[in-house]
């Protein structure tokens, strides 16, 4: 008996050392899956570096990560001098990460201005770091890979070659087990470029397109208290941001085309207000809503983002209002 309890017990420890081998593997040798930085070179001429400063300040709103910004203010406009210099966001309550964006200014110590094109293009769309560390998530770099083409990849990153050199290391995210280890599985190769963006002529592409690359989603779906997305309620919102200063927190509306919920009820012009004014139907100060940013988009751009919001099927989600104290 004592030789077979010995036999099953080998047996069930040698399963579970195998199985931390299989884990060990996969989430610490195997990820992030990576693969060489491309040979990549970005344009240097106006028209493309004008498209990249659309696309980096008004759609999909890259400096408002990546910069040092005044969240007391709605909007959240960057601090005079800090464009692209990083971001510490702080900590997230109830939640094991304390989230930094990089520098992101030409600076050659502690932004980009020593990486390559093509470093800076795998980070953009594949979620590896120049030293090959994965990036956490919260950087969009799995809706970039389905949206951003080669073409403007590079015009994103003509840009930011312009950018002043800002000195300035926020640091590196930090995530603690074992939710480091799951992440490490998010990063991927790219394996097919997305194509082109629409045409502004076709509206409600045009409008898909933007509402993705602007990564509605990413505050506006609801999540659970562990902030993981909910099923079935995309753009629904709910989710909840703290204010700097122990001023409250703002909520993300529920921007789905349910009447009583959402914007249903919103008229154009409602709509329009929040992205150029951050004022929501009732008046008030949109806080968190980086609408500083993209009040910049073309007249005809935000007419194909309301499009596209006007299909975005109806969820009833009633939202609590924000609150945050003013001073």
Same mark, same amino acid.
């Given at each position: 008996?004592?030789?077979?309890?010995?036999?099953?017990?080998?047996?069930?420890?040698?399963?579970?050392?195998?199985?931390?081998?299989?884990?060990?593997?996969?989430?610490?040798?195997?990820?992030?899956?990576?693969?060489?930085?491309?040979? +990549?070179?970005?344009? @240097?001429?106006?028209?493309?570096?004008?498209?990249?400063?659309?696309?980096?300040?008004?759609?999909?709103?890259?400096?408002?990560?990546?910069?040092?910004?005044?969240?007391?203010?709605?909007?959240?406009?960057?601090?005079?001098?800090?464009?692209?210099?990083?971001?510490?966001?702080?900590?997230?309550?109830?939640?094991?990460?304390?989230?930094? !964006?990089?520098?992101?200014?030409?600076? /050659?110590?502690? $932004?980009?201005?020593?990486?390559?094109?093509?470093?800076?293009?795998?980070?953009?769309?594949?979620?590896?770091?120049?030293?090959?560390?994965?990036?956490?998530?919260?950087?969009?770099?799995?809706?970039?890979?389905? @949206?951003?083409?080669?073409?403007?990849?590079?015009?994103?990153?003509?840009?930011?070659? @312009?950018?002043?050199? =800002?000195?300035?290391?926020?640091? &590196?995210? /930090?995530?603690?087990?074992?939710?480091?280890?799951?992440?490490?599985?998010?990063?991927?190769?790219?394996?097919?470029?997305?194509?082109?963006?629409?045409?502004?002529?076709?509206?409600?592409?045009?409008?898909?397109?933007?509402?993705?690359?602007?990564?509605?989603?990413?505050?506006?779906?609801?999540?659970?208290?562990?902030?993981?997305?909910?099923?079935?309620?995309?753009?629904?919102?709910?989710?909840?941001?703290?204010?700097?200063?122990?001023?409250?927190?703002?909520?993300?509306?529920?921007?789905?085309?349910?009447?009583?919920? $959402?914007?249903? !009820?919103?008229?154009?012009?409602?709509?329009?207000?929040?992205?150029?004014?951050?004022? $929501? &139907?009732?008046?008030?100060?949109?806080?968190?809503?980086?609408?500083?940013?993209?009040?910049? +988009?073309?007249?005809?751009?935000?007419?194909?983002?309301?499009?596209?919001?006007?299909? =975005?099927?109806?969820?009833?989600?009633?939202?609590?209002? /924000?609150?945050?104290?003013?001073?």
């Amino acid at each position: 008996m004592k030789k077979i309890l010995k036999r099953v017990l080998a047996g069930v420890g040698a399963a579970i050392l195998l199985f931390i081998t299989a884990i060990i593997v996969k989430f610490y040798v195997l990820s992030p899956k990576s693969r060489p930085a491309p040979v +990549m070179s970005a344009p @240097t001429n106006a028209e493309a570096i004008e498209r990249g400063r659309y696309l980096v300040h008004h759609v999909a709103a890259c400096v408002g990560c990546h910069s040092q910004i005044d969240d007391k203010v709605p909007g959240e406009p960057v601090v005079e001098g800090k464009l692209g210099a990083g971001r510490d966001f702080g900590e997230i309550p109830s939640y094991p990460v304390h989230i930094r !964006a990089g520098n992101i200014s030409s600076d /050659s110590e502690t $932004g980009i201005g020593g990486w390559t094109d093509g470093e800076v293009a795998r980070a953009i769309r594949e979620g590896v770091s120049k030293d090959g560390r994965g990036l956490f998530p919260q950087m969009p770099y799995t809706t970039y890979r389905e @949206t951003l083409s080669d073409g403007e990849v590079l015009d994103i990153i003509a840009y930011l070659r @312009t950018l002043k050199p =800002v000195k300035n290391d926020p640091g &590196k995210t /930090s995530v603690n087990f074992p939710i480091s280890m799951f992440l490490r599985a998010v990063p991927k190769p790219l394996e097919v470029a997305a194509p082109p963006a629409p045409s502004p002529s076709d509206k409600l592409a045009r409008g898909r397109w933007l509402l993705k690359t602007a990564s509605c989603n990413d505050c506006h779906d609801s999540v659970n208290e562990k902030m993981q997305k909910i099923e079935g309620k995309a753009l629904a919102g709910g989710m909840k941001f703290p204010i700097a200063g122990d001023r409250g927190y703002a909520i993300a509306t529920n921007i789905t085309s349910d009447r009583a919920t $959402g914007v249903g !009820a919103y008229s154009d012009e409602d709509l329009r207000r929040a992205l150029e004014e951050g004022k $929501g &139907k009732d008046g008030r100060d949109l806080y968190v809503m980086p609408w500083s940013y993209y009040k910049g +988009m073309t007249k005809e751009d935000k007419d194909a983002l309301i499009a596209a919001l006007r299909e =975005v099927a109806p969820i009833a989600n009633v939202v609590p209002p /924000s609150a945050v104290k003013v001073k």
